[in-house]
């Protein structure tokens, strides 16, 4: 069973900082993109960052210069490092990554959550 454990949201004042975690677990195989998206009250899920499995990184623009998104291949982690933050990035974060393989084509797995609220 496939399984992606999320960590790191929390409470934070507007200009600070916090750092998303994701960690895949189980039967994972052929990941190609690994990314953050979220979704606020009200609102569609976003795309917030994503990376490939050579580094190639996407931003939205809303977040472009004060996050960054990285990750390890070889521990299936992804991470996401928010500076900066603003009272418009709380929303809860979803951890995504995408598989691709001959079988089944493209497949998206997804976290749980985390809670991520910017306010003084």
């Known amino acids: 069973q496939v399984q992606l454990v999320e960590s790191g949201g929390g409470l934070v004042q507007p200009g600070g900082s916090l750092r998303l975690s994701c960690a895949a677990s189980?039967?994972?195989?052929?990941?190609?993109?690994m990314g953050w998206y979220r979704q606020a009250p009200g609102k569609q899920r976003e795309l917030v960052a994503a990376?490939?499995?050579?580094?190639?990184?996407n931003y939205a623009d809303s977040v472009k210069g004060r996050f960054t998104i990285s990750r390890d291949n070889a521990k299936k982690t992804v991470v996401l490092q928010m500076n900066t933050l603003k009272p418009e990035d709380t929303a809860v974060y979803y951890c995504?990554?995408?598989?691709?393989?001959?079988?089944?084509?493209?497949?998206?797995?997804w976290g749980q959550g985390t809670q991520v609220t910017v306010s003084s």
């Open positions: 995504n990554v995408r598989t691709v393989d001959v079988v089944r084509g493209a497949y998206d797995y």
């Open positions: 990376i490939t499995s050579t580094g190639s990184t």
């Open positions: 189980g039967r994972i195989f052929s990941i190609n993109t």
